[in-house]
């Protein structure tokens, strides 16, 4: 019936093997059913991906596999977990030592904890090399180097005497993958390996992995929030939500054909697949609460398809001969209320769409002028700074009323600088920011204090943006206190106007900041930023902690706002989908300077500038399955306390030719956007696909152009 | 009655759990609060005068009149080391709240003002650090002259840069966090976010660290008592009198060892719940 049970039939037993597992963490509140009872099987030379928002357990999942897990913290009430053919619930820890390592390999998230802080990269490779093998110190440096070269990394040689904190984050992520399969493990367990990447390194890293799994013939179970990057590299996937798999089955079946209404609805809420600024479908409700469950299917309360027989909880029911599954009732053909629920959620699921809003874009509103920041670096021994780090490098930018700007770029590029000057939170080295004809960095205090009512705030990490101490209505007014020093009744009433816009229960307004998830508590933040009424939002990548689902709210909510308020946005962002989603205009930053700004459809639908190029094309896709591409960019971020002092992408750009040599200043392009390269013109037409405009056909032609 | 929330101190079931998970903490917890009820009824509990005088059983053993035996012109030692406590817990007690309120203050001050401010405060502070603590008081009580106030205040003075750099810490962190910046967003005063966000965000790790230091002011205020510089005869002291016992410890140990005891027993009473309030305060351990 199931893909698992399947597997076995084929008579080779399938390297991960996890079957009705039901794992628990005893609380004070009761036992947190975590894990409820999940099948899942890896079968030989698979990349299996695990996909669920967080508290969905997949983690849990990954780490049970191999007992990570603290063995006082939790407890495994059932099911059996199997890796290799050994029951790893009857090993004992040394047992267990050598099978992980040896036999499993895993990676994680954050690279820079998974490696030792105070050893060489060389030794730290060296010691996982030799602790597997029986190899000499010659040997295993041999080996080690072939690692590293392996994961295309330029100077083996160099790298294996730098310390971690001396390494990108992508440099660091591949030494990991090279421990990981520097003993030819046969199972990999890699737990949001690229989350913490940006999408250019993703797209190098994850390219990688699934290269080496292939040569190795290793199975890997790949767990992420991501489903674009499911779409790129997974043969099968399991969905999971609220401790269980909802649904199993190729890669294309659950992406393009989802049978559980939460995967259709995940899938439907992704900015990606929307019209732009217009409202997103969302999932109604809160994820349940693990303690103690409603009775019956875990989404029940959520889905738009719910009826009488969903009291009862689903199986795993195969969709049709093939192996996928969902645990959903209405995949019983026999179910009586069948028609009817799908007409219901069909009915109730289409959310209406807006009238397109006619960007009125009136006069100026920001204005930044040849915006420069740096910061120092140390001191030398009379005090003064050794370097600088040349965080932003002429910035000219004009934010107009009522539209919304996004700014995007990879980390480094100096997007959060720029939004920090423009909150006047920094002072900028040289340049000017004015706002409504004041330049805010020369004003005198007073003046100050009330031209920032104007513009206000909102951060990326909802948690933190919250004082945990201070209750959620006094949060939400305290800009009323400070700046209008308001009485407290008055600020209580405004707090429930403002709860009420934002979408949050005047009556949970007495409670504290960790009473709320995390999607309401940016609701919070985003009513103490409007408390003052202000024309300008500065949005700090203000979805970007946040679970799909719960992003397609938020930005429902912005969009709404902004009808609404008439507000100005200033969005800064990594993610291009959610760029394509909100923004009227896009400014792409690299290395301190804006190097394409222009219409966002314009932009996003053909980019220019070769590393607005590359950007989009390291963008995962979900509509689109297709090949990783690893090398599309070369080398590094330049270091930032050395500019060169040619076009800084110069030295990894594929269109690089001569009259790159000198800096580039942008220049108006035939449709009206600005790029900052002078070879726009000459460059072959955007494709998303690499292999149409190849650079080693590219390049001689290109210089000959450029004389 | 009051509707106690889930999780929170007054909720009896949590309580009980928080012992069963800590049990260390709830020992300390019991042993505070038996010496704090001995300091507030001294006089209901000891059953003797702490300073009525008896020649006659000077030196007596421990019996069942005097559970822990008497001293060397008579006085009932069970009696004095209950009102020991007083002067004792009273005085770790007084340290900690002065130090603690001055150092924080300062603290909280030179973190958020940052720049040559900043630098001049912890200079000073590192000057006061580089003393032994213990040298320290002995020079500044001496030079205050002996008593236990002066000890106290001595004992204050020293403590003081320990929480100056703790606030410091706690300030420097907290003005980086988003709602710290968001504030000045919207135009808020320093002051205000002192009062408002830096403060009762900085408190847990302080009260945790006074409470470990209600231990360690007891025991350096009766190194003070002991070598003389703290409280004088006829108070009762625990110090004092494992100071004046010391000469009996062979003949009668009884003298020495039950006032030692006591300071033992109180030290690690604070101790162990410093220890525990450290990880029921720390969020992560915290259940929601």
Not at chain 1, 319 to 342: F, V
Request: hydrophobic share 40%; proline share 7%; with cysteine.
């Amino acid at each position: 019936m199931e893909a698992s049970d399947m597997m076995n039939l084929s008579g080779i037993e399938a390297p991960i093997q996890l079957s009705d597992l039901r794992l628990e963490f005893p609380t004070y509140g009761g036992a947190v059913k975590a894990i409820d009872g999940v099948s899942i099987t890896v079968g030989k030379g698979e990349i299996v991906g695990l996909v669920g928002e967080s508290g969905s357990g997949k983690s849990v999942t990954a780490m049970s596999i191999i007992r990570l897990l603290p063995p006082d913290s939790q407890r495994i009430v059932g099911g059996s977990i199997s890796v290799l053919g050994r029951d790893m619930l009857q090993l004992s820890e040394g047992e267990l030592q050598s099978v992980r390592g040896d036999d499993v390999a895993m990676v994680f998230q954050e690279p820079m904890n998974a490696l030792n802080p105070t050893m060489r990269i060389g030794d730290q490779l060296r010691q996982v090399i030799r602790r597997h093998q029986k190899v000499s110190e010659a040997e295993a440096t041999a080996r080690a180097l072939e690692l590293l070269r392996d994961m295309r990394i330029g100077d083996p040689d160099r790298v294996l005497r730098n310390y971690p904190f001396e390494l990108s984050g992508g440099m660091r992520q591949r030494i990991l993958l090279a421990m990981a399969f520097s003993c030819r493990p046969d199972v990999l367990i890699a737990d949001e390996p690229t989350t913490a990447l940006d999408v250019t390194i993703q797209a190098q890293v994850l390219a990688l992995m699934q290269q080496k799994a292939r040569e190795t013939g290793s199975s890997v179970l790949f767990i992420t929030h991501d489903m674009a990057v499911v779409a790129q590299l997974c043969d099968r996937v399991y969905v999971m939500y609220a401790g269980q798999v909802v649904e199993q089955g190729t890669t294309e079946e659950v992406l393009y054909t989802p049978q559980h209404p939460y995967t259709q609805a995940l899938l439907r809420s992704l900015p990606e697949l929307a019209e732009p600024q217009q409202p997103l479908p969302t999932i109604q409700g809160l994820v349940p609460n693990l303690i103690d469950p409603p009775a019956g299917c875990r989404f029940r309360e959520r889905c738009h398809f719910a009826h009488q027989r969903c009291h009862e909880m689903p199986e795993m029911l195969a969709a049709d001969g093939t192996g996928r599954a969902a645990r959903c009732w209405l995949l019983d053909p026999t179910n009586p209320e069948r028609e009817a629920a799908l007409e219901q959620g069909r009915q109730a699921q289409r959310p209406d769409p807006l009238p397109r809003a006619e960007l009125q874009s009136g006069g100026t509103l920001l204005e930044i002028q040849n915006l420069e920041v740096r910061f120092p670096v140390g001191a030398d021994w009379r005090g003064r700074p050794k370097a600088f780090v040349h965080a932003l490098n002429g910035v000219d930018l004009e934010l107009r009323r009522g539209e919304t700007l996004a700014i995007v770029g990879e980390s480094g590029c100096g997007k959060s600088t720029l939004g920090q000057s423009i909150m006047g939170l920094l002072t900028p080295t040289a340049g000017k920011v004015v706002f409504s004809g004041k330049d805010l960095h020369n004003l005198p205090p007073q003046q100050m204090r009330e031209l920032r009512r104007r513009f206000q705030v909102v951060f990326q990490d909802p948690q933190s943006s919250l004082n945990p101490r201070m209750p959620v209505w006094k949060a939400i007014t305290e800009p009323l206190l400070v700046a209008e020093k308001l009485p407290a009744r008055a600020r209580r009433e405004r707090a429930s106007e403002l709860g009420r816009q934002v979408g949050l229960n005047p009556d949970h307004l007495e409670r504290y900041p960790h009473e709320f998830s995390g999607g309401q508590r940016q609701r919070i933040a985003i009513a103490r930023a409007l408390a003052l009424q202000p024309d300008l939002l500065v949005l700090d990548e203000p979805t970007s902690a946040l679970d799909v689902s719960v992003q397609a709210q938020i930005l429902n909510l912005l969009l709404r706002l902004k009808r609404e308020l008439g507000l100005t946005y200033l969005f800064i962002t990594h993610d291009v989908s959610v760029v394509r989603h909100v923004a009227d205009r896009v400014a792409v930053m690299y290395l301190g300077q804006v190097v394409e700004l222009g219409s966002a459809p314009e932009i996003i639908e053909a980019p220019q500038h070769p590393y607005t190029r590359t950007l989009l094309r390291s963008v995962p896709e979900l509509s689109r399955r297709r090949e990783l591409a690893p090398a599309d960019l070369q080398g590094e971020l330049p270091n930032n306390t050395r500019l060169p002092d040619t076009c800084f992408f110069r030295d990894r750009c594929r269109y690089a030719a001569s009259g790159c040599e000198q800096l580039q200043s942008l220049t108006t392009a035939s449709d009206g956007r600005l790029v900052r390269c002078h070879r726009h013109a000459l460059l072959p037409p955007w494709s998303v696909e690499q292999s149409s405009d190849a650079s080693h056909e590219e390049r001689p032609a290109g210089s000959a152009a450029g004389r | 009655m009051i509707s106690a929330r889930k999780g929170s101190l007054l909720d009896w079931g949590y309580l009980w759990y928080q012992v069963r998970r800590s049990p260390l903490m709830a020992v300390g917890t019991l042993i505070i609060l038996t010496v704090l009820i001995c300091t507030a009824f001294a006089p209901w509990i000891a059953p003797h005068d702490p300073n009525a005088i008896n020649l006659i059983k000077r030196l007596a053993p421990p019996s069942l009149e005097h559970p822990f035996g008497t001293d060397e012109v008579g006085r009932d030692l069970f009696s004095r080391v209950i009102y020991g406590s007083r002067a004792s817990v009273g005085i770790g007690l007084a340290i900690v709240a002065i130090s603690m309120t001055i150092g924080t203050s300062i603290g909280a001050f030179s973190g958020l003002a940052g720049g040559r401010t900043d630098t001049v405060i912890m200079r000073v502070m590192d000057v006061l650090l580089s003393f032994p603590p213990l040298v320290m008081a002995m020079a500044l009580a001496a030079a205050l002259g002996p008593s236990l106030f002066n000890a106290m205040l001595a004992i204050a003075v020293v403590r003081i840069p320990f929480y100056v750099r703790l606030a410091r810490g706690q300030a420097l962190a907290l003005r980086e966090r988003p709602y710290v910046r968001a504030a000045v967003t919207f135009g808020a005063r320093p002051l205000g976010i002192v009062r408002r966000h830096i403060l009762p965000n900085a408190l847990a790790p302080i009260i945790v660290q006074s409470t470990l230091d209600i231990g360690l002011a007891i025991l350096t205020a009766s190194a003070l008592s002991f070598i003389g510089l703290g409280a004088q005869q006829p108070t009762a002291e625990w110090g004092a009198m494992v100071s004046t016992g010391r000469q009996f410890l062979l003949d009668q140990w009884w003298y020495p060892t039950f006032p030692g005891l006591a300071i033992l027993v109180t030290a690690s009473g604070f101790n162990l719940l410093g220890d525990g309030l450290r990880d029921l305060l720390d969020p992560r351990t915290r259940v929601r």
